[in-house]
């Protein structure tokens, strides 16, 4: 019989299951545009659910429309987490979220395969609307799933084209009955694309992540006074656009002056009218400010605001400013990331331990279970694009540390 330690997993089947959901939402350039609880959701889901009923996993679906698929185990014990997303950004790749996912099930069909039953249970999740591009905030499913929001609160969001996400969740048919809030999984690990250039620089085929860095998402409104292009004296503008582009101006001004670790998007600015020869009336603009210090996170978000009341006060323009996201920095549990790294130097990889630069579900478990995640490489550090890629022989990686770290994590007593 073979050896636990020596199963591995089926590289084309991993492959055909991304290639397959890949289709669904895709768009130009190979990419995928598969936005929280649109009709392209609900058709991933639909196929995931449908691979997931193949594996003969029991699946149970929450509130706020997160799946898990279980596979019992010898044992009544709390199971062996893992997952990701399938919701994509509207310029998304065939990876991020959906590589996490799809290498869970690839686990349990080489189990399943091998004919394995592992002492824990294990299962398989995706967690609704982790991108947060259509409802913020992001990683919203798996916080709901760890009580750290209301699922009532969230169903009531409005979303970045005015619908609301409750209703939109309804129309999914994935609004689910199973209770928030109260699964506690044993031990949570997430698989995903770097969708930075660390790995790919240093030749590493693992990274062991210790942690994520905190986010912070602002929207600003500014109202100004729309009036004459050509007639308006400078001095008497009450100019919405200047000050939308001077807040993306400081945002980066922050983020340098602060340093390596420090960084500021502004990935939304919105004028109306949003015309050749009229001041703008009014801006939408939204500040994504990371560190993995929280210390000088605060000092970035102070930074900012203290900028937007003043060249608000000097160009006359009012603001209202609105918290989309706010999450701290976290650290992964150690002993789950020596395990990571020790699990990928036997498979004969080359790792990385090192922080992510964008957020998880992962790192809404992290404290309430022992977390942690494994990064493959993206080639160039591409990601939120199109061109999001990743070597197959990179996923195999990633896939093959999952399986052995899963099963470490089912005998454990
Ligand atoms: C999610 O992908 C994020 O980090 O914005
Ligand atoms: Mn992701
Ligand atoms: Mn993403």
């Known amino acids: ?14 492959l055909n299951r991304i290639e397959t959901l890949a289709q669904i939402g895709a768009i ?4 995928v545009c598969r936005m929280a609880l649109t009709d392209e959701d609900r058709r991933g889901r639909d196929l995931v659910v449908g691979w997931m009923k193949e594996l003969h996993l029991d699946i149970s679906i929450d509130r706020i429309g997160n799946v898990i698929g279980m596979r019992a185990g010898i044992e009544p014990a709390a199971p062996v987490l893992t997952g990701s997303h399938i919701d994509t950004v509207a310029t998304g790749g065939r990876y991020d979220g959906s590589l996490g996912v799809l290498a869970g099930l690839e686990v349990i069909a080489t189990l399943n395969q091998a004919n394995l039953t592992t002492r824990k249970s294990l299962a398989v999740g995706f967690f609704t609307n982790e991108e947060g591009a259509r409802f913020a905030p992001d990683m919203m499913g798996s916080a709901v799933h760890q009580g750290v929001f209301e699922v009532e609160d969230m169903l009531r969001i409005i979303g ?8 939109e969740l309804d129309k999914t048919g994935y609004a689910g009955d199973t209770q928030t809030g109260a699964f506690r999984a044993d031990c949570f690990i997430e698989l995903h694309v770097e969708q930075g250039p660390v790995l790919q620089t240093g030749n590493y085929e693992i990274g062991a992540v210790e942690g994520v860095q905190g986010i912070s998402w602002t929207e600003y409104r500014l109202s100004g006074t729309s009036n004459h292009a ?24 922050i983020a340098k002056s602060m340093g390596a670790d420090q960084v500021a998007t502004v990935g939304v600015t919105e004028l109306s009218p949003n015309l050749i020869n009229v001041i703008a009336r009014a801006a939408l603009v939204t500040v994504d400010l990371r560190n993995t210090d929280e210390q000088k996170l605060q000092q970035a978000e102070h930074s900012m605001a203290d900028f937007v009341t003043e060249i608000c006060n000097s160009e006359a323009v009012t603001f ?11 650290e992964f549990d150690h002993s789950m990331v020596k395990l990571v790294a020790e699990t990928a130097r036997s498979l004969d990889y080359k790792v990385r331990k090192m922080p992510s630069g964008a957020g998880h579900d992962a790192q809404m478990f992290a404290p309430n279970c022992p977390t942690a995640m494994i990064f493959v490489p993206s080639r160039d550090g591409i990601s939120h694009n199109v061109a999001e890629y990743t070597e197959p022989e990179h996923l195999r990686a990633g896939a093959d540390v999952l399986l052995q770290v899963l099963l470490a994590k089912s005998r454990e007593g």
Request: net charge negative; glycine share 12%.
């Open 1 to 14: 019989m073979l050896k636990s330690s020596n199963l591995r997993i089926d590289l084309d089947r991993l």
């Open 230 to 253: 050509g007639t308006t004296p400078m001095q008497l503008r009450q100019d919405a656009g200047y000050v939308a582009s001077a807040i993306s101006v400081e945002a980066r001004r």
């Open 160 to 167: 970045i084209d005015g619908s609301t996400l409750g209703e």
């Open 28 to 31: 130009d350039g190979g990419g």
């Open 320 to 330: 209202e400013s609105r918290t989309l996201a706010r999450f701290e920095p976290v």
